[in-house]
């Protein structure tokens, strides 16, 4: 089995406001999938040395537990050099980076819509799911269109303080595309949507339930 996993290159929120990978979102999910024997890919826009957002700048606890991780994003590959590939899952980390790049990259959405049409798993978390908002299916239709998924809040976008500050709200754009939006009662708990091919987690804290239900996507049945 094989996984690609798409970070972004952004290292510009707006001015004042770095931005970039959210750690946890991609150092979970990564170590889930290798334990489990899944073949990972890390690719970005740039290639090179994936950005992390300042806020996720790991303790030294996190750099022992996430050695592996933070090794696979010192190297990443450029999204125009595999998109002729195929792989059996593309997963899409969050921080607010892919708001600012992965959000217009049709490289990422020619090779998303390829492996969707396939059947191929697509997975997303936190603010991940924004590099599909406009994304289109092999059809035409929006990605998203009719789908059971989630992402990161307004209300959270509220709580972190930067709902004046983002290029656009991840749960309107996702709904503005037709999306059947769900969320957890309460921001930042841990929830996952999954319709068919597609996975989506809500926040950070859904950083282990996604990669849970990645690896169990691409078990043998």
């Known amino acids: 089995m094989r996984a690609l996993f ?5 290292t510009q929120l707006a001015p004042d406001h770095p931005t970039g990978l959210w750690l ?8 889930a999938a290798i334990e489990a024997g899944i073949a990972v890919t890390v690719a970005s826009p740039k290639g090179g040395q994936v ?3 300042p806020k996720t700048e790991p303790s030294d606890k996190e750099r022992d537990t996430w050695a592996q991780p933070l090794a696979a994003l010192q190297h990443s590959v450029t999204l125009a050099s595999v998109q002729d590939e195929t792989f059996d899952a593309v997963f899409i980390p969050g921080g607010h980076g892919p708001m600012v790049d992965l959000a217009q990259d049709a490289t990422l959405h020619a090779l998303v819509a390829r492996h969707d049409a396939a059947g191929r798993v697509i997975a997303a978390v936190c603010h991940g799911p924004a590099a599909l908002v406009h994304a289109r299916r092999a059809d035409g239709q929006p990605f998203f269109q009719g789908r059971r998924a989630t992402g990161f809040t307004n209300a959270e976008e509220f709580l972190a303080r930067l709902k004046g500050v983002v290029p656009f709200l991840l749960e ?5 595309g037709g999306a ?3 969320s957890a009662l309460l921001p930042m708990l841990s929830h996952v949507e999954q319709d068919g091919n597609l996975i989506t987690g809500q926040n950070p804290n859904s950083s282990e339930a996604v990669a849970k239900a990645l690896v169990a996507a691409l078990s043998p049945r």
């Open 180 to 182: 059947d939006f769900h």
């Open 172 to 176: 309107d754009e996702m709904k503005a």
């Open 24 to 31: 946890e979102e991609f150092a979970v999910p990564y170590l």
């Open 6 to 10: 798409v970070t972004t290159s952004a």
């Open 51 to 53: 950005p992390l957002d």
